[in-house]
C-alpha cells in the first residue's frame, strides 16, 4: 500500500485537498515532536488555536465567576456548583478537541483513541449550555428543574458511553460522514427544544418580557450550532473547490470557530444572567406561583432601569 493510500483511509475527512507538498499536519510522527507542530501553520493550527483559546478562555471565567461575580452577589453554594459544571464542561470539550488536533495524527490506532475523547468532550459541551439555562429557566419551578436535571444526567450518561462503544464511529447511516454518534448528537440538541418550550408556556408566552429578552439569545446558539453542523456534514467549501482551502478557510475549521462561538456567546449571555440572580433570593420561602411573580417583577424593573 502506497504512502498516498494510507493517508487517504486515514483522513478521510480531508478528500478535498489537494496534496503538492504543503505542510500537512497528518505525518505520522513520534508523540514528543507533535507539541511542536502546533506552532507550525498547517491544515490543523486553525482547529488547534481556535479551541485551545477557547480552553482558556472558559478557565479564566471559571475562575472570575467562583472568586468574584457569584460572591459578589452572594451566591448559594448550588449555583456555584451548576455555573462550575457548566463552564468545566466547555473547557473539557475545548480541551479534548485541540489534543486530538494535536496528538491525533501519532497513528491510526492514536487517533481512534482521541478522536473518542473528543466525541465525550462534545458530549459534555452541549449538556453544559444545557444545565445553567435550565436551572435559571426552571428555578421558581423546582419539580420542573429536578426533572430536567435529572434527564440531563441520563443524556450525559448516553453521550458519554456511546463513543466508546464497538464500531460507534465507523458506522455510517446517511452517506460517508453521518453514523449513529451524529444522529444521537443531533436529537440531544433537538431535545433543547422541549425545556425551551415548557419555558415559554410557564411564563406566560411571548408577552412576558423576560422570554422576549432570552430568546433572541437562544436562537443565536441554535443558529450558530446549525451552522456549525451544515458545514461539517457538507464539507463545503472544500468540496466546490478542491485544494482552494486546504490551509484555510475549510469546513471542520468553520466547524470549530462556530461551535466556539455558540458557546463563547451562551457564557457571555450568563454573565448578564448572573445581574438578575439576587431577584431568585428574594423569592426563597414563597409559594411558587408567587416566586414566579416575583422575579418578573424585578427583571421588569431592570429593564426600565436600563431603559
Not at 471565567?61 to 452577589?73: D, G, H
Not at 485544494?243 to 466547524?255: A, E, N, R, T
Amino acid at each position: 500500500m502506497s504512502m498516498f493510500s494510507i493517508i487517504i483511509d486515514h483522513r478521510r475527512c480531508q478528500l478535498h485537498c489537494v496534496f503538492k507538498g504543503i505542510p500537512f499536519h497528518f505525518i505520522f510522527i513520534i508523540h514528543s515532536l507533535l507539541r511542536y507542530s502546533m506552532f507550525h501553520w498547517t491544515n490543523e493550527t486553525i482547529n488547534i488555536w481556535s479551541h485551545l483559546l477557547g480552553f482558556i478562555y472558559f478557565t479564566y471565567c471559571q475562575i472570575e465567576r467562583n472568586f468574584y461575580s457569584l460572591p459578589l452577589i452572594n451566591a448559594s453554594s448550588t449555583e456555584h456548583i451548576i455555573v462550575s459544571l457548566s463552564l468545566f464542561g466547555a473547557q473539557i470539550c475545548m480541551f479534548l478537541s485541540a489534543t486530538f488536533h494535536i496528538f491525533g495524527c501519532q497513528s491510526a490506532r492514536s487517533r481512534q483513541n482521541y478522536l473518542q475523547l473528543d466525541l465525550f468532550g462534545i458530549s459534555a459541551g452541549i449538556l453544559s449550555m444545557y444545565i445553567t439555562g435550565i436551572y435559571t429557566s426552571f428555578y421558581c419551578f423546582e419539580s420542573h428543574l429536578r426533572s430536567y436535571l435529572a434527564v440531563l444526567l441520563c443524556l450525559f450518561l448516553i453521550t458519554g458511553i456511546v463513543p466508546f462503544s464497538k464500531d460507534s464511529l465507523g458506522s455510517k447511516v446517511i452517506g460517508s460522514r453521518i453514523g449513529w454518534v451524529h444522529i444521537i448528537y443531533s436529537l440531544v440538541i433537538l431535545f433543547g427544544l422541549c425545556p425551551i418550550v415548557h419555558w415559554v408556556i410557564l411564563h406566560g408566552g411571548f408577552d412576558n418580557p423576560h422570554v422576549v429578552e432570552w430568546i433572541p439569545s437562544v436562537l443565536i446558539v441554535y443558529t450558530l450550532t446549525g451552522a456549525a453542523f451544515f458545514f461539517y456534514v457538507s464539507m463545503f467549501p472544500e468540496r466546490i473547490r478542491p485544494g482552494c482551502f486546504d490551509l484555510v478557510g475549510c469546513s471542520h475549521q468553520w466547524w470549530h470557530l462556530l461551535i466556539l462561538a455558540a458557546m463563547v456567546s451562551w457564557q457571555m449571555r450568563n454573565e448578564v444572567r448572573e445581574e438578575i440572580h439576587e431577584s431568585f433570593h428574594r423569592g426563597r420561602g414563597m409559594g411558587m406561583e408567587r416566586r414566579g411573580n416575583e422575579w418578573r417583577k424585578s427583571f421588569t424593573r431592570r429593564e426600565e432601569m436600563t431603559d
